[in-house]
């Protein structure tokens, strides 16, 4: 049984049937993109905020550039910060500072479009039925999820500071069409909390879109 959105995100509920996906592809190369989806800093650290368990139940923990945030309990966070520099003790308490540094280079970008490309066909799996995500048209896609495919392309990142002020925890994707016939392509958009990721599954250049907003970080791979 293959989780549209990984279980380390909270999903529980929305699956393919079971035989969609092999067990082969769902315990390896298919998990190996979930992981590096549930660990990209932002989200990790929303985990431990939130106390989203692992797949296997356990304790979420995100990894940071100068501090380790450990969930030890529902109602505990442990943060083993890497100087003591990062703490700063005042009239109204104990106040920390970190830096969320985390490599986006060439290939750590492309395993996480390579992450959404896999919910989004799962999604056209779901909403438009077997006979289009299978189809010849998507054929390139599902070699790129599996990793038989060179490709190159880009992926937005940013955050919506109300959601996480204000401890909305959804998850939220969607994917729709570009109408014009010449760039034909399906943008998908996958918003974990406030964190949000943006790609395309067939043209792959942001160049042929109106600009984006500028809180939106550009990575080209």
Same mark, same amino acid.
């Given at each position: 049984?293959?989780? @549209?959105? =990984?279980?380390?995100?909270?999903?529980?509920?929305?699956?393919?049937? %079971?035989?969609?996906?092999?067990?082969?592809?769902?315990?390896?190369?298919?998990?190996?993109?979930?992981?590096?989806? &549930?660990? #990209?800093?932002? &989200?990790?650290?929303?985990?431990?905020?939130?106390?989203? =368990?692992?797949?296997?139940?356990?304790?979420?923990?995100?990894? !940071?550039?100068?501090? !380790?945030?450990?969930?030890?309990?529902?109602?505990?966070?442990?943060?083993?910060?890497?100087?003591?520099?990062?703490?700063?003790?005042?009239?109204?308490?104990?106040? $920390?500072?970190?830096?969320?540094?985390?490599?986006?280079?060439?290939?750590?970008?492309?395993? #996480?479009?390579?992450?959404? $490309?896999?919910?989004?066909?799962?999604?056209?799996? @779901?909403?438009?039925?077997?006979?289009?995500?299978?189809?010849?048209?998507? /054929?390139?896609? /599902?070699?790129?999820?599996?990793?038989?495919?060179?490709?190159?392309?880009?992926?937005?990142?940013?955050?919506?500071?109300?959601?996480?002020?204000?401890?909305?925890?959804?998850?939220?994707?969607?994917?729709?069409?570009?109408?014009? =016939?010449?760039?034909?392509?399906? &943008?998908? %958009?996958?918003?974990?909390?406030?964190?949000?990721?943006?790609?395309?599954?067939?043209?792959?250049?942001?160049?042929? $879109?109106?600009?984006? =907003?500028?809180?939106?970080? #550009?990575?080209? $791979?």
């Amino acid at each position: 049984m293959e989780h @549209l959105v =990984p279980e380390g995100l909270g999903n529980k509920e929305i699956v393919l049937p %079971v035989g969609v996906v092999c067990d082969r592809c769902n315990n390896e190369v298919l998990s190996q993109l979930d992981t590096a989806l &549930i660990e #990209l800093g932002p &989200i990790a650290l929303l985990r431990v905020k939130y106390g989203v =368990p692992t797949k296997a139940g356990k304790m979420p923990k995100a990894q !940071l550039k100068d501090a !380790l945030w450990r969930r030890t309990s529902p109602g505990h966070v442990h943060i083993r910060a890497a100087s003591k520099k990062s703490f700063t003790e005042r009239p109204d308490g104990l106040h $920390f500072t970190f830096h969320n540094s985390y490599p986006m280079n060439a290939e750590r970008t492309r395993v #996480l479009t390579r992450a959404l $490309f896999k919910m989004a066909l799962g999604l056209i799996y @779901l909403e438009e039925g077997s006979d289009t995500a299978l189809s010849e048209r998507f /054929r390139p896609i /599902r070699e790129i999820i599996r990793g038989k495919k060179p490709f190159h392309g880009y992926l937005l990142l940013a955050s919506n500071e109300e959601y996480i002020r204000r401890g909305i925890t959804q998850v939220g994707i969607q994917y729709e069409h570009v109408a014009d =016939p010449d760039k034909r392509t399906i &943008i998908f %958009v996958l918003d974990y909390a406030g964190v949000v990721l943006v790609t395309d599954l067939e043209t792959r250049d942001p160049d042929l $879109f109106p600009p984006f =907003p500028k809180e939106y970080s #550009l990575f080209r $791979f």
